[in-house]
C-alpha cells in the first residue's frame, strides 16, 4: 500500500481528465425548487407516497415527506395523510398503511403536479433536474474557457491522474492501492443532519488496482467487503447497527462492475458510511485518453471510500448506546440506592 496526497485544487490539465471521466457534466444530484418558498431539495432526499382508504384502491392524493428514519417519516406521512382526508371532508376514515414511499426522481409529470411541497404543503414543486456538485474557480490572471478549474470533489481522481508516477517510484506490482486522506468539496444542495453532509468534509480512500479479468475482481470484492466490515467492527461500531446496500440496476454507477454500501443506523435513518466500488479500467483508460498518455488501462480498480465525519458519528452513536446499557446494568446491580436510580433514570430519559 502506497501513500499519497494530491492537490485540493487541481491544474488545469485535470479539468481536460475531469471532463474525460464525465465529472465535469456527470457529477451531479437530482434538484427540485419550491415555486412558493424558493427552498430547494435534494429530489432524492424527498419521498412521496399515495393516500388511500382502507379497502379503497381510489388514490385520494399524495404526501411528501424528507428522508429520516423510518419512524419519523411514518409519523410524517400520517399527519399529511389525515389533513388531507379532513380537507376532502373524510375525516375519522382509517387510512391505508404502510405508505409505500418512493423517491421524487420516480414520479411522473402526472404525479409531480400533485405531489405537496414540504416547504408550502401544496403541489409547487418542479421538475427534478441535475444540480452540479463541483465548485468551480478560475486558475490565472485571465478568465476564460482554458482557466477554469475545480475543487476535488473526491480524492480518487487525484490518484488517478498520478497511478503511473506512483507505480514507477514506489516501485510496486499489481495488485497494489494507493490511499488517501484528505478534503473533499462538494456543493450540496441541502448540507443537513449536523456534520454528516457538509459541502466541505474529510475523505479517506483507497484506490486498489488488481489484474483484469472477469474471474478475478469478484474474490477481490468480496474480500473488500468482508475486510472493511471487520475494520468498522475493530473500532468499536456495533454489529446490529450495520447493513449493506447493495447497488443494481439504474442504482449501479455508469463506471461500476459492482457496488455495496456499507451502511449504518444513524437517529436520523441508515445512511452510507462506507462504498466499496469495482470501478473496472473506466477511470485509467479515460484519463489515458484524455491526457493522450498510457496510464496501464490493463488493470482492474476498487475503490474503498469512508468519511471520516461520518466514522466519528457512528462511532459517537454507538459509544453513547454502550454507556447507557453500561449505567442500565450498574443500577440494576444493587449497588447504587434507590435515590441515585431514580437520577440516572430520569436524566436518560
Known amino acids: 500500500?502506497?501513500?499519497?496526497?494530491?492537490?485540493?485544487?487541481?491544474?488545469?490539465?485535470?479539468?481536460?481528465?475531469?471532463?474525460?471521466?464525465?465529472h465535469v457534466d456527470g457529477f451531479s444530484d437530482p434538484m427540485v425548487d419550491c415555486k412558493e418558498t424558493k427552498l430547494r431539495y435534494r429530489a432524492d432526499q424527498l419521498f412521496y407516497a399515495p393516500v388511500m382508504v382502507s379497502g379503497e384502491a381510489e388514490v385520494l392524493g399524495y404526501l411528501c415527506v424528507q428522508e429520516a428514519n423510518e419512524a419519523d417519516m411514518a409519523k410524517e406521512a400520517k399527519k399529511q395523510a389525515k389533513a388531507?382526508?379532513?380537507?376532502?371532508d373524510r375525516k375519522g376514515e382509517t387510512v391505508q398503511e404502510p405508505f409505500d414511499f418512493r423517491e421524487v426522481v420516480e414520479a411522473t409529470e402526472t404525479e409531480m403536479a400533485q405531489i405537496p411541497s414540504p416547504g408550502s404543503g401544496k403541489p409547487t414543486l418542479t421538475m427534478p433536474r441535475a444540480f452540479n456538485?463541483?465548485?468551480?474557480?478560475?486558475?490565472?490572471?485571465?478568465?476564460?474557457?482554458?482557466?477554469?478549474?475545480?475543487?476535488?470533489?473526491?480524492?480518487?481522481?487525484?490518484?488517478?491522474?498520478?497511478?503511473?508516477?506512483?507505480?514507477?517510484t514506489s516501485r510496486q506490482k499489481i495488485p497494489f492501492g494507493i490511499a488517501q486522506i484528505g478534503k473533499a468539496f462538494r456543493n450540496e444542495i441541502t448540507p443537513r443532519n449536523f456534520i454528516f453532509r457538509s459541502r466541505e468534509f474529510e475523505q479517506m480512500e483507497v484506490e486498489y488496482f488488481i489484474p483484469p479479468g472477469d474471474e478475478v475482481w469478484p474474490a477481490f470484492h468480496q474480500q473488500w467487503i468482508d475486510d472493511s466490515r471487520a475494520f468498522l467492527l475493530s473500532i468499536g461500531l456495533q454489529e446490529e447497527l450495520l447493513g449493506w446496500d447493495v447497488h443494481e440496476g439504474d442504482k449501479l454507477a455508469h463506471y461500476a462492475q459492482a457496488c455495496t454500501d456499507?451502511?449504518?443506523?444513524?437517529?436520523f435513518g441508515e445512511q452510507e458510511l462506507m462504498g466499496i466500488a469495482a470501478r473496472g479500467n473506466y477511470d485509467l483508460s479515460q484519463h489515458s485518453e484524455g491526457s493522450g498518455k498510457?496510464?496501464?488501462?490493463?488493470?482492474?480498480?476498487?475503490?474503498?471510500?469512508l468519511g471520516l465525519r461520518?466514522?466519528?458519528?457512528?462511532?459517537?452513536?454507538?459509544?453513547?448506546?454502550?454507556?447507557?446499557?453500561?449505567?442500565?446494568?450498574f443500577c440494576r446491580s444493587g449497588i447504587l440506592r434507590r435515590t441515585d436510580q431514580r437520577k440516572i433514570y430520569s436524566a436518560l430519559h
Open 84 to 88: 388531507l382526508l379532513k380537507s376532502l
Open 294 to 305: 498510457s496510464k496501464l488501462q490493463s488493470v482492474v480498480v476498487f475503490i474503498g471510500s
Open 133 to 168: 456538485l463541483m465548485f468551480q474557480t478560475q486558475v490565472g490572471a485571465l478568465s476564460d474557457a482554458a482557466s477554469v478549474a475545480y475543487l476535488r470533489p473526491e480524492t480518487a481522481q487525484g490518484i488517478f491522474l498520478n497511478f503511473k508516477n506512483v507505480l514507477t
Open 1 to 22: 500500500m502506497s501513500a499519497y496526497c494530491c492537490a485540493p485544487l487541481m491544474n488545469l490539465s485535470c479539468h481536460v481528465s475531469r471532463l474525460a471521466v464525465g
Open 262 to 267: 456499507i451502511t449504518f443506523r444513524f437517529p
Open 310 to 329: 461520518r466514522m466519528e458519528q457512528a462511532r459517537g452513536v454507538s459509544g453513547f448506546l454502550k454507556l447507557i446499557c453500561h449505567l442500565l446494568q
